[in-house]
Each structure stands twice: as structure tokens, then as C-alpha cells.
């Protein structure tokens, strides 16, 4: 899923580990999200929605699979 | 170390590492003095029996090291934990099972079921680095 995380925190320029501070998790799982290589659980979506005062849909933008294609 | 005060993420995991690594020192000190006790003063009965048991000890501390890290780990960090302990715990049962038969049908050599623990640990801290590089 792609996410603004990254933005988001550029804006406010702090560091990864400051972010992970303030979300509480390690700064490995901060660059694993802005990586987009795993998507948080909803519980931590939403810290994360909390903390930027964003939406949720403003930060993650989820893709669907395309429809499949008319015969 | 006071490991009652909750930990972020990070520190926890150093917490963590740093028990393993002392626990672990002092499982192959105790290893090493009770075989080198046992090989030279051929103790018996229920002395043999705490020595042989003794260096299980430490292995308890790091049991008890990686529940309390587990409780204070983020989410992702106790998903790789746990993921790779499964597949640990899986390829271990597989080995532990063909060696099994090996042994007892073909006529293979006898591996003493401490080897079991050896196995485990190689394969889950492998698969635990694996799938970290997955999410880096």
C-alpha cells in the first residue's frame, strides 16, 4: 500500500527515530513503512493518523487490484 | 537490569540482545566446567544429574528474555520473531524426524538430542535475518 508517511514527517522535520519514538515502535518498522515494504496494522494506522492529525485516506492510498479485462 | 519499566521498541530489543549475549556466555562457561567436572571426577547419582542439567540454566533466562521482549517489541518486530520462529520450529521438525529414520532404519549414526537446540537457533536466527532484509 502507498502511504505519505515520508512527507508527512519530512514536514515536520523529524528524524526516523524521532518518529518512532513517537509512535512507539522501533525505527526499523518507521523505514520498513516509508518503504512501503509492510502495512501497518489499523491499530497502528491510526496512531499514526492521530500523530499527523491527517485521515487516514490522505496518508494511505490503497490500490486495488484493476478489474480484470473484458473478453 | 529492571525490565519492569516498559521499554520502547528499540531499547528493548538492545535489552534483549545484551541478556542473550550474557546469558549466553555464562551457558558455555557452565557447559564447558561441567563437562570438564564430569570427565575428570566421574561424580554420580543426583550430583550427575544437577551437573548434567546445570547449563540449562541461562537457557531459561533467554527463554524468559525473549517473552518479555516479545511483550515490549513493536509490531513488526514480533512478526519476524514469530514467523521465523514457525518456520524454525517447522525445518527442525522436518530434520529432527528424517534423521530419525535415518537412524533407526538405515543404520545411521546416533545424534544426541541436544543437537536439537543447535538446529533450532541456526535456523530461526537465519530466517530471522532473511526476512528483516525483506523489509529493509
Known amino acids: ?71 | 537490569m529492571n525490565t519492569s519499566t516498559r521499554l520502547n521498541p528499540d531499547q528493548a530489543h538492545r535489552h534483549h540482545r545484551l541478556r542473550v549475549i550474557v546469558a549466553m556466555s555464562i551457558y558455555v562457561a557452565l557447559l564447558l566446567g561441567c563437562v570438564y567436572v564430569i570427565k575428570h571426577q566421574h561424580p554420580t547419582g543426583p550430583l550427575l544429574v544437577s551437573l548434567a542439567l546445570l547449563p540449562t540454566l541461562p537457557v531459561i533466562w533467554v527463554m524468559w528474555s525473549l517473552y518479555v521482549y516479545l511483550t515490549q517489541a513493536d509490531e513488526l518486530q514480533r512478526r519476524v520473531h514469530l514467523a521465523s520462529l514457525s518456520m524454525a520450529a517447522g525445518v527442525t521438525a522436518f530434520l529432527t524426524l528424517t534423521y530419525g529414520f535415518l537412524e533407526d532404519f538405515a543404520g545411521f549414526p546416533h545424534i544426541p538430542a541436544w543437537w536439537t537446540f543447535v538446529v533450532i537457533d541456526l535456523v530461526w536466527g537465519a530466517t530471522s535475518c532473511l526476512l528483516w532484509y525483506r523489509y529493509k
Open chain 1, 1 to 71: 500500500m502507498k502511504n505519505r508517511i515520508h512527507v508527512l514527517r519530512a514536514e515536520r522535520r523529524w528524524t526516523q527515530a524521532e518518529l518512532a519514538e513517537r509512535l512507539n515502535v522501533s525505527r526499523q518498522t518507521v523505514n520498513a513503512l516509508e518503504t512501503e515494504k509492510y502495512d501497518p496494522s489499523l491499530q497502528l494506522a491510526f496512531s499514526i493518523s492521530r500523530l499527523f492529525d491527517t485521515p487516514l485516506h490522505e496518508i494511505f492510498l490503497f490500490e486495488a487490484a484493476p478489474p480484470p479485462a473484458d473478453r
